[in-house]
C-alpha cells in the first residue's frame, strides 16, 4: 500500500512538473516576429554583419565588394548616430524625414559606385519591392484616435 502511495505521488509531482514546464513564460509567444526580438539584443556591429552577409547572398558580392559594402553600412551608422536628436530634445519630423532621404540617396550613390551595373540593378528592384510592401502594411494598419484637442 505505502509503495502504491509512493508511485501516486510521484507520478502527481510529474504531471505538474510537465504541466508547469509546458506553460508559456509570462511575455513568450507575445512577438509578432520572432527576428524583430532578435534585432533588439544585436549590436550595431551585428547588424551591419547580417545586413552585408544578406547583401553577398542577394547580390552576389565579391569579397572586395564585401569590405566596401562593410565599411560603406559602418560609415552610414555612424552618420546616423550623430544625427540623433539629443535626449530632450523633440526632433523635426520634416527635417528628419529631408535628412534621411539626403542619406539614402548617398548610400545608393556609394552602392552604385561598388556594385556591378547587374547588382546594382537588383538591388533598386529590391528597394523597389520593399517600398511597395511598406506602403501596403501603412495603409492596411489601423488608424490611432487621436485625442481631441478642445476643438
Avoid: C, H, W
Avoid at 54 to 62: A, G, R
Amino acid at each position: 500500500m505505502k509503495n502504491l502511495m509512493k508511485a501516486a505521488m510521484v507520478m502527481a509531482m510529474a504531471a505538474m512538473v510537465f504541466t508547469v514546464s509546458g506553460q508559456p513564460r509570462q511575455g513568450e509567444g507575445q512577438r509578432q516576429r520572432p527576428e524583430q526580438g532578435e534585432r533588439q539584443r544585436m549590436t550595431p556591429e551585428q547588424m551591419i554583419d547580417r545586413q552585408v552577409e544578406q547583401m553577398v547572398k542577394d547580390y552576389q558580392l565579391d569579397d572586395k565588394q564585401k569590405g566596401e559594402v562593410k565599411a560603406l553600412l559602418e560609415k552610414q551608422q555612424k552618420e546616423r548616430q550623430a544625427n540623433r536628436p539629443k535626449e530632450g530634445e523633440k526632433p523635426n519630423m520634416e527635417d528628419r524625414k529631408a535628412q534621411f532621404e539626403k542619406a539614402q540617396k548617398d548610400f545608393d550613390a556609394e552602392l552604385k559606385k561598388i556594385m556591378t551595373a547587374d547588382q546594382y540593378k537588383k538591388y533598386e528592384e529590391k528597394q523597389a519591392e520593399r517600398k511597395k510592401q511598406m506602403e501596403e502594411r501603412m495603409k492596411n494598419r489601423p488608424q490611432r484616435q487621436r485625442p481631441d484637442m478642445g476643438q
